[in-house]
């Protein structure tokens, strides 16, 4: 997003800090950890932002398109290179989805971020090993929905922990209010609406 600031203008990422602290909150560790993020558009490059700055060893970022994943992960390379420090602890990686039925990658994520609406018009999701991934792998879709998504459903089906993206667009609305209006909005009150509106306590 776009910040009028004194006549300059700012961009800030709200996803990816909403993602952040929604993890944060829900006790996700990510550090030292493999993150396999799904996609390779804004959310997913929301994804890679969180990952990278709760401390995951290694990012895999598999898209449909490899190159479009390619893109993403040099863009972040640079990024991690300007921080300076010499070599940067993380490693970012771009693959294609068949890397989601691979055993011995997917036995090594300790989290694994959907950043594609695949499943949300579908009704299917892309073949993954979910049976592969260790019992502690954490499953994180960016899609809300009142019932689980087919990406989560599968993931409950396995015995694994399952988070939609209800607390993520929760946390960058309410920066997003707060950036907007220099002022944060009533404690609560997003919270609140979204989870009335989801059947949700």
Do not use: W
């Amino acid at each position: 997003m776009l910040i009028n600031r004194n006549g300059e203008l700012h961009g800030d990422n709200t996803d990816a800090r909403g993602l952040e602290a929604d993890l944060r909150d829900q006790g996700v560790a990510v550090a030292g950890k493999l993150a396999v993020i799904i996609g390779a558009s804004g959310a997913a490059s929301a994804g890679v932002l969180a990952a990278i700055r709760l401390g995951a060893a290694r990012v895999i970022i598999c898209n449909r398109t490899v190159t479009r994943a390619n893109r993403l992960a040099r863009s972040f390379a640079q990024y991690l290179n300007s921080r300076g420090g010499g070599r940067p602890r993380e490693t970012i990686e771009a693959r294609g989805l068949d890397t989601l039925v691979n055993a011995t990658t997917m036995g090594a994520a300790g989290i694994v971020i959907n950043g594609t609406p695949m499943g949300l018009k579908t009704g299917g999701f892309a073949p993954l090993s979910y049976a592969a991934t260790p019992s502690d792998c954490v499953f994180y879709d960016m899609i809300y929905a009142r019932e689980p998504t087919p990406f989560l459903a599968h993931v409950l089906a396995n015995g694994r922990r399952a988070i939609d993206g209800a607390g993520m667009l929760i946390n960058q609305g309410v920066l997003a209010f707060e950036l907007f209006n220099g002022v944060a909005p009533p404690a609560g009150v997003m919270r609140s609406a979204l989870m009335s509106a989801l059947s949700r306590t």
